[in-house]
């Protein structure tokens, strides 16, 4: 009976926890979706506007990709966020764009483009370039021709340094055999020292990113304001489901001065300050390494959804989103009382701390020395916290030494003090006044 | 007019002697600064070797995450740019503030109902004496108040080597005026209604109708939500200090000095309309209970 009564409560515990005990699989849902690659400032990125969003937001004046298909979506608890299944469904709807400008009812039609888009080399976001029919095949094409150049000089130079490796042992197999016979090695070494070792081939450089494979999409690329989109079945009719709002918007201000604040003992949790009011408040345990960066201010809700259509923000507010680092930037540390010093951006090396402690610390990168052959880790600026310091003021110069506006902020360094509960006196002196008033008006009283 | 003002001197004084010789004002103010006091060590506790890491204190913690929930992480950042200064004012602000205007809220009604008034007017005085007296008080206590308050913040950033930034400063010059029309809309529910409990009320629920509606449209809601803020709030908001008080920090946020300023004129205006209608409501309904 008891044995009976155990399987029982047992069979019936795991028929209770049977829900907890299974994995969650999303349910997946068949939706009309439109697929966005919005240029976010300095990047391209993905989403996507599910039935149930009506608008979707781009960057106004820059070359967007929108595409219409079926696919499905589910819902991810553990990211709180959609996500969109194209291998199990991708049908791309065949018709074109009618899209509607609020402000002046103006009506334009868009077909889909062949496109492709690319980085090349430069210092802005402008680097981005876009492609369309005939030139994005050209612009591929160039590509291909370039990267099979390259291709073709890598295993031209890995023939060329088999042969100089093979010489070189061979030579040095003769050294080895001169010097056990006694005989003069002179002519050899000469030889040796005549071998010329290849040249590594250096990669296309004009291509930071290159061109993408040819897509077919409508390209957005509008005025600032706010539009009305639906999608034209080839028979003349609105899909359903494809009317959206679509809203574009620029930054606000731009060329702001923002940091990645990196400190010693947490390198890979850096934090920014985008703020340039901001005060950077530290506990000086140590030191920092900075990455000054060129920020351009955006709508905070307009931002976020156009990044991820399914994320939200705050519409009252602007938000300063990082660009890209500050090129050839120097700066200037002053401390309290003491003249400014110009720091230089400087290679650095992660190292593992050996013990049972497992930590890391930063230590400068030695190219000749202990880290020859490797790769710095970091490369900030390093500013140094003695622990000491109350306050440090930096500002960023740029390479004609002139401080970029915005860029200054003051650093302050809080230590643990007693005085703090000092302050508790001051919190209580109106409860000690009230007891003096209360005691001296009953004195009075009483005296009355 | 004379005769008046002398009235009004008269009551005043005798308002201001009842709130230094009774405990509530020590209370409210002790209870503010205590507030601030704790808010600011929790701040210092969550300065990290990078910055600010508000996990390291639990309460923080469960502020910051609410903030951000609601009006989301750009709004915190912002919040805290300067240091906790800006945060920790309007929060020790609160207690006092609901002292003084609940206070002269109930007092007013009360010695309605009680026949004071009416007393009063058989003097030189009248209603709106006895309501401007009640107003200098709130009005003189607020001053006091925001004047040791700063005075504390000051120390505390002078021993804590924390910073009173500008936004600091163009808080506590706001703040000042939002508790003038506080005491305004206080003054106008207390003519409106008949009784002290009626008035606390009526009070009550228009302050909580403006945050709420401030709320509404600040915060990240659903946009159905959104929109019925936005539209409640279009008819409002002329009238909501709230709304001129957001125009003003956003303002002095962005270096704008004049709509700062205008943003502050509007509340003053607010206050005296809020004031005029008062006297025009007792003129019309008389001072009887």
């Known amino acids: ?62 070359g967007n990709f ?52 690319f980085n090349i080399r430069g210092e802005y976001e402008s680097s981005w370039k876009i ?28 023939d060329k340094f088999e042969i100089y490796r093979k010489r070189f042992n061979e030579l040095l197999k003769i050294i080895t055999d001169l010097q056990s016979e006694g005989e003069d090695i002179s002519k050899v070494l000469k030889e040796i020292d005549s071998l010329e070792q290849p040249k590594e081939p250096v990669p296309p450089q004009y291509y930071n990113i290159p061109p993408a494979s040819p897509e077919e999409a409508f390209i957005f690329n509008l005025p600032e304001g706010e539009y009305f989109v639906k999608f034209i079945m080839k028979d003349g009719t609105v899909l359903e489901g494809s009317e959206k709002k679509v809203i574009t918007f620029t930054r606000r201000r731009k060329n702001g001065i923002g940091f990645e604040i990196i400190p010693g003992d947490k390198w890979t949790k850096p934090v920014q300050n985008k703020n340039p009011r901001s005060v950077l408040y530290i506990n000086g345990s140590t030191d920092l390494f900075l990455r000054p960066f060129i920020q351009d201010e955006y709508n905070d809700l307009y931002y976020n959804k156009m990044v991820r259509n399914d994320s939200t923000g705050n519409i009252n507010l602007f938000n300063w989103l990082k660009i890209q680092q500050v090129p050839d930037a120097k700066i200037g540390l002053l ?65 004609n030494d002139n401080i970029i506006t915005g860029s200054e902020r003051q650093i302050r360094i809080i230590h643990e003090t007693g005085f703090r509960k000092i302050l508790l006196i001051y919190v209580l002196l109106p409860v000690g006044i009230m007891i003096f008033v209360l005691i001296s008006r009953r004195k009075k009283k009483n005296v009355c | 007019m004379n005769y008046k003002l002398n009235a009004i001197k008269t009551i005043s004084k005798r308002r201001i002697f009842e709130t230094v010789i009774s405990p509530g004002f020590y209370v409210a103010t002790a209870a503010g600064l205590f507030l601030g006091y704790y808010l600011l ?30 009006f989301g992480i750009t709004f915190v950042e912002k919040l805290f740019s300067e240091g906790p200064f800006v945060f920790v004012l309007f929060v020790s602000f609160i207690p006092v503030f609901l002292y003084h205007a609940i206070n002269t809220v109930f007092k007013f009604g009360f010695e309605k109902n009680v026949g004071a008034l009416e007393l009063l007017m058989y003097g030189p005085s009248d209603g709106t004496c006895f309501f401007l007296s009640f107003f200098i008080k709130d009005v003189l206590f607020t001053v006091i108040y925001i004047f040791t308050l700063t005075l504390f913040f000051y120390l ?35 003519v409106l209604s008949g009784n002290a409990a ?42 909501s200090p709230f709304f001129y008080m957001d125009i003003g920090l ?37 001072v009887r209970p």
């Open chain 1, 1 to 62: 009976m008891k044995k009976f009564m155990l399987i029982f409560s047992i069979s019936f515990l795991l028929l209770l926890l049977e829900k907890e005990l299974k994995a969650d699989v999303p349910e997946k849902i068949e939706q009309l979706v439109y697929t966005i690659i919005a240029f976010n400032g300095k990047d391209y990125t993905h989403t996507f506007c599910r039935e149930n969003e009506g608008t979707f937001y781009l960057i106004a004046d820059k």
């Open chain 1, 66 to 117: 929108i595409t219409v298909r079926k696919t499905f979506i589910y819902y991810w608890p553990i990211t709180k966020q959609w996500n969109a299944e194209y291998d199990l469904l991708n049908e791309m709807m065949d018709g074109h764009i009618e899209l509607r400008e609020k402000k002046s009812n103006e009506i334009k039609k868009i077909d889909t483009s062949v496109y492709t888009y």
């Open chain 1, 131 to 158: 492609r369309t029919g005939a030139d994005a095949y050209r612009e591929i094409e160039n590509w291909k021709k370039k990267y099979n150049d390259y291709i073709r000089k890598v295993e031209d130079y890995h």
């Open chain 1, 335 to 399: 401390e309290l009382n003491e003249r400014a010093k110009v720091i230089m951006e400087e290679p650095f090396m992660v190292e593992q701390v050996k013990g049972s402690g497992l930590g890391y610390r930063i230590v400068p990168f030695e190219p000749e020395g202990k880290h020859e052959g490797g790769r710095p880790n970091l490369i900030a600026f390093h500013i140094p916290i003695t622990g000491n310091e109350k306050r440090l003021k930096l500002c960023v110069k740029d390479r």
């Open chain 2, 41 to 70: 060590s929790g701040f210092l506790d969550s300065v990290d070797s990078g910055g600010l890491n508000f996990s390291l204190h639990p309460v923080y913690n469960q502020i910051v995450e609410t903030l951000s929930g609601a």
């Open chain 2, 156 to 190: 505390s950033a002078v021993i804590n080597n924390l910073v009173l930034g500008p936004m600091f400063y163009f808080s506590l010059l706001i703040i000042f005026f939002l508790a003038v029309s506080g005491y305004s809309y206080g003054i106008l529910a207390s």
């Open chain 2, 198 to 239: 009626t008035s606390v009320a009526l009070f009550s629920g228009i302050v909580v109708f403006f945050v709420i509606l401030q709320i509404g449209s600040f915060a990240i809601t659903r946009d159905y939500v959104k929109n019925l803020t936005n539209v409640i709030m279009w008819f409002i908001k002329w009238i």
């Open chain 2, 250 to 286: 956003s303002a002095a946020l962005y270096g704008n000095f004049f709509l700062l300023l205008l943003s502050i004129l509007s509340i003053i205006i607010i206050s005296a309309v809020l004031l005029l209608i008062s006297h025009f409501v007792l003129k019309v309904k008389g």
